[in-house]
């Protein structure tokens, strides 16, 4: 790989991109703006502009492909390829019809490669590049179907050129059967990463209003249309990032994103009902929300925490809350200077219920980070902590948009 150092020469290296031989993406890319990035964006239906990209600081996109007589307004066309090749960015080939199309095994695998290497032809990408075939479910109980899915598709387009899109599990199975590239979403993944994977998602709807998801490289070469791209600072796969089964406070479990209560119960190796018991303020166990707390160790538990603090709960009012402890709405507002809003709170959120009104900048109780004052950015946080809002993100898969934070919840720091 040709290596570019210098912004100056950005033009003259999209020049040479253009013209190189398509069967040959060996030249670096730089995103729009001319610099290095370890970060990607992935959408659908949505078409984001130069300066939108460029402002995203994104050096690839991943998008979608569908045979043109399908007519689906998400696919990649031959003409918007051409584009986003023009800017500089690196284009990531995925290929999902149905979320949960891998659930047919070989025989979908089939089909579905079928239509993504036709789809890939009528879009002028090379012959030899893989296609990211999406697992977009809980793949817990459906590994060896998916792993079957896989090799159907391999046995259209070669084992070498498939990669797979889904949570920790969908990933590893497909590693441990001998596919070499891997895109890992955080949900379904109970925040454990494959090492192995070349590509995180690590935040849904984090741009342009929802409309696209941010992505993270964490290996150069993800066999992306137009070459590896420039890696910053994570070349070491886990850098800055959260592994293993996140601790919210110790002994909790912070939902998220494509979470059930049995999954959650399966990755920490006790049952439903074992679960069930430990949260006795849940009284649906279909119905969790990303964000809430689940107390995932320990003896089972009065829904009422002692010591003077009362974890919001699904329903809950702060009228409510102060019916409950004998007091008034403005005694509990007084109580929790992070509350502005007494219409306003967050399942999961600690208030404080008795004792004297606490400082609003008094430090996180350990193993919890900081928790959000009013008034408080995520650039401002990060500033607090000499890090990078991008930093923060990725620490916290929680925060799907960078500009809204909430008081009162905790951000995990470095």
């Known amino acids: 790989m040709r290596p570019l150092v210098r912004k100056a020469l950005c033009s003259l290296a999209l020049a040479i991109a253009l013209l190189a031989p398509a069967a040959s993406p060996a030249l670096a890319s730089l995103p729009v703006d001319g610099r290095g990035s370890d970060y990607g964006a992935d959408y659908a239906w949505y078409r984001p ?34 584009t986003l090749r023009s800017y500089g960015l690196v284009i990531l080939l995925n290929y999902e019809w149905s979320a949960d199309s891998a659930k047919g095994g070989y025989a979908a ?22 296609i990211y075939f999406s697992v977009d479910f809980d793949p817990h109980g459906w590994t060896n179907t998916v792993v079957a899915y896989l090799n159907g598709a391999a046995s259209v387009i070669g084992r070498a050129r498939v990669g ?40 849904n709807g984090a741009f342009w209003g929802g409309q696209g998801d941010r992505d993270l490289v964490v290996r150069a070469d993800f066999g992306g ?21 996140p601790t919210a406070p110790s002994g909790f479990y912070t939902v998220r994103r494509g979470d059930s209560l049995s ?12 679960l069930e018991a430990l949260n006795p303020s849940i009284r649906n166990p279909n119905l969790i929300y990303v964000g809430q707390l689940i107390r995932v160790s320990g003896a089972p538990v009065n829904p ?21 402890y004998g007091t008034t709405v403005g005694r509990l ?22 004792g004297n009104a606490p400082n609003a900048n008094r430090a996180a109780p350990q193993n919890m980070g900081y928790r959000v004052q009013t008034g ?15 930093t923060l993100l990725v620490l916290n898969p929680q925060i799907h948009n960078a500009n809204v934070i909430y008081a009162g919840a905790y951000i995990r720091v470095p």
């Open 225 to 245: 249309w137009g070459g590896s791209v420039v890696l910053g600072g994570a070349q070491n796969p886990t850098a800055g990032l959260p592994t293993g089964t």
């Open 333 to 354: 507002m007084a109580l929790n200077p992070a509350i502005h809003n007494a219409n306003l709170i967050y399942v999961g959120e600690q208030i404080h219920t008795a």
């Open 164 to 203: 797979v899109y889904g949570g920790y599990l969908a990933v590893k199975a497909a590693f441990d059967a001998g596919y070499g590239y891997g895109w890992q979403t955080y949900a379904w993944s109970a925040g454990a990463w494959d090492t192995r994977a070349q590509v995180r998602q690590i935040a």
């Open 109 to 130: 695998g089939v089909r579905d490669a079928q239509q993504a290497e036709q789809a890939r032809s009528e879009v002028g990408a090379p012959a030899n590049l893989p």
């Open 49 to 82: 502009t130069r300066s939108q990209l460029s402002s995203a600081d994104v050096s690839f996109v991943a998008r979608y492909l569908v045979p043109r007589y399908r007519g689906s307004g998400k696919a990649l066309s031959a003409s918007e390829a051409a």
């Open 376 to 390: 408080d950015t995520l650039s401002r946080i990060a500033s607090k902590y000499h890090t990078t809002v991008r």
């Open 304 to 324: 009422i925490p002692g010591n003077g603090v009362y974890v919001v709960r699904a329903g809950d009012t702060l009228s409510r809350i102060a019916q409950k």
């Open 263 to 274: 999954l959650i119960a399966h990755n920490f190796g006790m049952s439903l009902s074992a």
